[in-house]
């Protein structure tokens, strides 16, 4: 059976406002990224006592940091949001869309850390981890 390869067609990063009906505004200029957007079961081992091969459970799943860059523009209203998020330690809301036929959309809070690569010969770029404090929902 031959499978034939398709392009994937990249994915929207938003950010929450924060406001009581919240509206979320996509981060312009993403260069690269996200990655690591999953779900990461975490196990305990157990060896039975009549066994010579130990067992495995899951427990809880973890969530990984998300991270991605950006063309960076101090200007832009959502590069400033996630600048001061991080810079304040203040959790925001995010939702990543991978813009394929399926159009998954991962929704959470997570808290934001940034560093600005500054190129006097050519663009800025934000790189951004995003942690998750919580779950990650998906529809």
Same mark, same amino acid.
């Given at each position: 059976?031959?499978?034939? %390869?398709?392009?994937?067609? @990249? %994915?929207? $990063?938003?950010? @929450? ?10 981060? @312009?200029? $993403? ?29 809880? !799943? ?19 949001? !996630? !600048? ?24 959470? @809070?997570?808290?934001?850390? $940034?560093? $600005? ?10 790189? !951004? ?11």
């Amino acid at each position: 059976m031959a499978v034939a %390869a398709t392009a994937a067609k @990249g %994915a929207v $990063v938003a950010i @929450g406002d924060g406001a009581t009906v919240e509206t979320f505004n996509a981060l @312009g200029n $993403v260069l690269s990224g996200p990655n690591a957007i999953g779900f990461e079961p975490q196990f305990i081992e157990a060896m039975p006592h009549d066994s010579t091969n130990p067992i495995s459970k899951p427990t809880y !799943v973890k969530n990984p940091a998300i991270t991605f860059d950006v063309l960076y523009d101090s200007a832009d209203t959502q590069h400033a949001a !996630v !600048v001061t998020s991080a810079k304040n330690k203040t959790k925001k809301n995010y939702k990543i869309t991978l813009t394929d036929t399926g159009a998954e959309i991962y929704s959470f @809070g997570a808290y934001a850390s $940034v560093s $600005v690569k500054a190129d006097p010969e050519g663009f800025n770029v934000m790189s !951004v981890t995003l942690t998750p404090d919580g779950g990650i929902t998906y529809a």
